[in-house]
């Protein structure tokens, strides 16, 4: 399929994989015209976790509100725009097919390309969005480690070129964020686990507790389940000796946090020096976490490229960016396309 002139795409992007309902506008690949949000962590908040059945019917009732807006914020009609986008997989089957049957839709009335999206190609894509009118960032340099951090997800990806992964290594049991949201539970704080962590750790001494770093050695993969086992088995020791109310929590979140963090840079660092990365760019909720942020700017050996705060946890423009360079390359989809619960990046052709 040809390629189209970039400076004319501008891409309606839709994201229903897990709890957020989300719907934005792009154009050139990273210029938000619109972004609009409608979150469901307070409907889930009383679970303790995200209700897949809950969060299926809340998309329903709210994606198509959310569209509209989207266009409204950018004032563009349907006739204005170049594509649709919109996430096939990973996430929660019952979710992503809400978005990707209005996409269908859309894409079927509208006569739009159709660009199926790898929710974690989003993300990596991230950090080409800025908001209108601010400055573009600048450009991540290929050869690019990726660290994807999310709350399904940790992995270390090679980028060769745009739309090119080869995965390194990846989580062998519980994901970064899945790690913090359990260990948030364990000391009574609330869901979101990475925000609740990070907030009670400030007040915190990130070397009172000398919990385990999994560094795998002879491996680039990831493993947190030990860690949070370590710090359950720590948690109830103090229960005992100094009951619930007494647990040092700032002190647990901060060497908790400091051991993932720990982990995360380290091997990133270390993977991407042997893989011959020019750059590393980070990307995925858990890369809102501040203590991260600081711990990867803080090193001169490479440039690090890390999202905004507003686009790291899941939303339209980095599907909307990631379907620009998709589109651009003459990589759109037919109408006949399926949801992907489950879809490895290093599964997608390059």
Not at 6 to 27: H, K, Y
Not at 225 to 248: C, H, I, N, Y
Not at 268 to 276: E, M, N, W
Not at 315 to 341: C, E, Q
Request: proline share 6%; aromatic share 6%; net charge negative.
């Amino acid at each position: 399929m040809a390629k189209i002139n970039p400076p004319a795409a501008r891409v309606l992007a839709i994201e229903t994989s897990c709890d957020e309902t989300a719907c934005a506008i792009l154009e050139n690949g990273g210029r938000v015209l619109a972004s609009v949000v409608a979150s469901q962590m307070e409907i889930h908040a009383r679970y303790g976790g995200v209700f897949p059945e809950v969060a299926s019917r809340q998309h329903i009732l709210s994606l198509a509100p959310v569209v509209e807006q989207a266009l409204n914020q950018a004032h563009l009609t349907w006739r204005e725009l170049d594509a649709i986008a919109v996430t096939r997989g990973p996430g929660l089957a019952g979710a992503l097919l809400v978005g990707l049957n209005l996409a269908k839709g859309l894409a079927l009335a509208s006569g739009l390309p159709l660009v199926g999206v790898n929710h974690l190609e989003g993300h990596i894509y991230s950090a080409w969005v800025y908001r209108n009118g601010e400055p573009p960032p600048a450009e991540p340099q290929f050869p690019l480690l990726a660290l994807l951090v999310s709350g399904g997800h940790t992995e270390l990806n090679l980028m060769e070129r745009h739309l090119s992964y080869r995965r390194l290594g990846g989580t062998l049991d519980d994901a970064a964020g899945e790690a913090f949201d359990k260990v948030a539970r364990l000391l009574g704080l609330e869901y979101p686990g990475g925000p609740a962590i990070q907030h009670a750790a400030r007040q915190g001494n990130p070397e009172r507790f000398k919990f385990p770093r999994p560094w795998l050695e002879g491996s680039w993969d990831f493993s947190f389940s030990g860690l949070k086992t370590a710090v359950l088995r720590e948690v109830r020791r103090l229960e005992a000796s100094l009951g619930r109310e007494q647990l040092p929590v700032a002190d647990l979140a901060a060497s908790f946090q400091a051991a993932v963090v720990d982990v995360l840079v380290g091997k990133t660092l270390r993977a991407a020096r042997s893989s011959g990365a020019r750059a590393i760019l980070i990307a995925g909720g858990v890369a809102a976490n501040q203590a991260l942020r600081e711990a990867f700017q803080s090193q001169s050996e490479f440039p690090i490229y890390i999202p905004p705060l507003w686009v790291c946890t899941d939303n339209a423009a980095m599907i909307a960016a990631a379907g620009y360079f998709r589109l651009i390359h003459g990589k759109t989809d037919s109408l006949d396309i399926d949801v992907l619960p489950t879809w490895p990046l290093s599964d997608m052709e390059g």
